[in-house]
């Protein structure tokens, strides 16, 4: 199954924090060789910018996410599921 995880890098959410998540969720792919399962993809604002930073996984948004939380959420929609 092919799931699917777009990153908004609109300026209010790649400045608080997405340049950092991008990085995180690579490695997180990588770790857990999802790379291939993976349609990742960068957005432009989804017009949250208030709950940014903003991570989309499988339709479902998630708001202020950080380098702290982001490992956590990945594997709960990825992994666990």
Known sequence: M????????GSSC???????NLER????LSKHQLEGDIDL???RCEGLCSDGPIVE???QIHGAV???TID?????QL???
């Not at 092919?2 to 890098?9: A, D, R, S, Y």
């Not at 956590?72 to 709960?76: A, D, I, K, N, V």
């Open 41 to 43: 993809r960068g957005s």
């Open 72 to 76: 956590q959420l990945l594997e709960q």
């Open 2 to 9: 092919e799931h699917i995880i777009k990153i908004c890098m």
């Open 66 to 68: 950080t380098v702290d």
């Open 14 to 20: 790649y400045s608080r924090g997405n340049q950092e």
């Open 79 to 81: 992994i666990l599921q």
């Open 25 to 28: 969720i690579e490695r997180f």
């Open 57 to 59: 996984i499988n339709g």
